[in-house]
């Protein structure tokens, strides 16, 4: 037994390896089990030797012969299975190659440590972490990049550092967009494949989505655009949390859906930035507030073809009780679920024009003035199929406000569209919106009138005999 006068016991290597790990930040392991394989080998005795000398020779200029030393010691390590010497081994050549400022070094030592045979994830993690915090401390934007892409280089196809992965290729983006090479940006952040990433939060992940559709709205790479915007699910974006992101990414889409033309997609995209809860406490006129954003559903809900969904988005629009604090909007909500002829140019005419400019573009307001008209025309067409069987050609263009051509070319389309039933007899310049029954509708209607008439016939039996029955008493 030893006596209380011999002193403190000395640490043993490993706890110095393990404080000098502590120094730098990382986290000392114990690494995987290895039951089954060969006994660990503890090689903290010999770090504590080479470390020291290795750090000299590179401070005396000889920092190629001060890698190849750790590096052989890393071998040694990696083969062993002695994690934390690992670790320590590999994050000092790192701080080696940073304290000479030999970048170029760095970043191949970076490669080496990362492409040697059965290397542990455990020294991967440690050198990408440690270098990470470094990237700001670079001394030119070429020597960042240059670390940037070692660094991407090294987390390639590694589950265990996709997260880094991530937050680096997202740095080079950056870079890349500051530099002006869009497409350079736009590829490198299309490169990784962030939605099946489980590292990252849900947070992070749906703001790197966000950062790819913006860039490759940038890149005016429109068909990419549609297949990158499909990875956002709608249900996380709706958390109270993501309020932020949700509209992000929807006004991000409504610049892709005036691209198309889209007129429904983008009614539904205001919508759900009207439905937002930032959005729809701001009452104020400006483009923030819920008003502007009602206005806008509403001026491209109705420049939409007509379809089921249009025509029940529209009619739950009309039940908003904050409608009537937009009067003139209210009325054209109002024109369009009423079955009556609307005239054109519509009495809203110049502030659904207003929005247009606000809202479009330049170069696109010709083309939605015209859908204005269009959409006008073909609701008062569906107007007139519902109140008449057949019209005169002449009168069916003086009501719609079109020449006989005009009228004739609105109707086809919509027959084309199957959006109503029309004949049109030329010769005569008759339109006939009510189609031919078949045979088996015919024999069904009639048997439908003889069973209406059979049931009429004996309800008047009955009160006949009932009166009769009263009278008698």
Request: aromatic share 6%.
């Amino acid at each position: 037994m030893a006596e209380e006068g011999e002193g403190a016991k000395k640490p043993s290597a490993s706890e110095v390896t393990a404080k000098a790990l502590k120094a730098m930040g990382i986290k000392a392991d114990k690494g995987p089990s290895m039951t089954g394989i060969e006994k660990k080998e503890d090689y903290s005795e010999l770090a504590g030797t080479l470390v020291p000398e290795a750090t000299l020779l590179s401070q005396n200029g000889e920092l190629s012969k001060a890698v190849d030393m750790l590096l052989s010691l890393e071998k040694k390590c990696r083969l062993g299975n002695d994690v934390s010497t690992l670790k320590l081994t590999v994050t000092t050549i790192c701080e080696l190659c940073r304290g000479q400022g030999d970048w170029a070094k760095l970043n191949s030592a970076l490669g080496t440590i990362a492409k040697r045979h059965q290397q542990s994830k455990y020294a991967v993690m440690a050198v990408v972490n440690l270098c990470m915090g470094w990237i700001d401390t670079t001394p030119d934007k070429a020597t960042k990049v240059d670390l940037l892409v070692a660094l991407r280089e090294v987390t390639d196809g590694k589950i265990y550092v996709e997260a880094e992965r991530a937050r680096i290729t997202r740095q080079l983006a950056e870079i890349k967009e500051a530099d002006g090479d869009i497409a350079g940006a736009c590829d490198v952040l299309l490169d990784v494949y962030v939605e099946t990433y489980g590292a990252l939060s849900k947070r992070e992940k749906v703001d790197f989505i966000l950062e790819q559709i913006r860039m490759t709205i940038a890149k005016q790479d429109w068909v990419r655009v549609l297949i990158v915007a499909k990875k956002v699910q709608k249900k996380i974006i709706d958390e109270p949390d993501l309020q932020d992101l949700k509209m992000r990414y929807h006004r991000l889409m409504t610049e892709y859906y005036l691209h198309e033309k889209d007129a429904f997609e983008l009614a539904q995209s205001f919508y759900s930035l009207y439905d937002t809860p930032c959005i729809a406490e701001d009452d104020s006129d400006l483009v923030s507030g819920w008003k502007h954003h009602l206005k806008s559903c509403i001026l491209f809900l109705c420049l939409a073809p007509q379809t089921n969904h249009q025509a029940d988005m529209l009619h739950r629009i009309a039940a908003i009780e904050k409608l009537e604090q937009l009067d003139e909007w209210h009325g054209v909500v109002k024109l369009f679920t009423t079955d009556e002829i609307i005239t054109f140019p519509l009495p809203q005419q110049p502030v659904v024009e207003q929005l247009l400019k606000e809202v479009g573009t330049p170069e696109l307001f010709p083309y939605w003035q015209q859908q204005t008209h269009e959409r006008t025309t073909q609701h008062n067409m569906r107007v007139v199929a519902k109140y008449y069987k057949r019209i005169r050609m002449v009168r069916l263009a003086e009501l719609l406000g079109l020449t006989v051509d005009e009228a004739e070319k609105q109707l086809s389309a919509l027959v084309s569209q199957g959006a109503l039933y029309a004949k049109i007899d030329r010769p005569a310049g008759i339109a006939s919106f009510k189609s031919r029954a078949t045979a088996e509708e015919t024999l069904s209607e009639w048997s439908s009138d003889i069973g209406q008439l059979l049931s009429l016939v004996e309800r008047t039996c009955h009160l006949i005999n009932k009166e009769n029955m009263l009278h008698k008493v």
